[in-house]
């Protein structure tokens, strides 16, 4: 299994930026995606997941409204369209697989059996 995280950058209060995670090996029908962050000297947080399977969505109170999860099954991606942008979402940015579970159960913990990708800085200037 590999996560591919890209779209991750530099940009200023109040834009916009689409994060993508390009997922192989899996079989997105069966998984939930999830974006999880962390900031420095703050704990991981799950951001927003979303089921493969029935588009059943989560997203943290911090972020509704503003962040939307999508997902192309047929090109096993899964994208995290950021728009009004605050320096509170400066974090690097991780993308994580889980198989057969609820997206607001990944997006709360983590996975168990399934695996994480690497990350991408988000910055966003004041």
């Known amino acids: 299994v590999q996560l591919q995280a890209s779209g991750g950058g530099l940009v200023q209060t109040g834009g916009s930026m689409r994060l993508s995670c390009a997922a192989s090996g899996i079989d997105l029908n069966y998984n939930v995606i999830g974006w999880f962050r962390q900031a420095p000297g703050k704990k991981r947080e799950g951001v927003s997941c979303?089921?493969?399977?029935?588009?059943?969505?989560y997203y943290t109170d911090s972020v509704k409204g503003r962040f939307t999860i999508s997902r192309d099954n047929a090109n096993n991606t899964v994208y995290l369209q950021m728009n009004n942008l605050s320096p509170e979402d400066t974090a690097i940015y991780y993308c994580?697989?889980?198989?057969?579970?609820?997206?607001?159960?990944?997006?709360?913990?983590?996975?168990?059996?399934?695996?994480w990708g690497q990350g991408t800085q988000v910055t966003v200037s004041s």
């Open positions: 994580a697989s889980e198989p057969t579970v609820l997206p607001d159960t990944l997006c709360r913990g983590a996975p168990r059996f399934g695996s």
């Open positions: 979303i089921s493969g399977r029935d588009g059943n969505t």
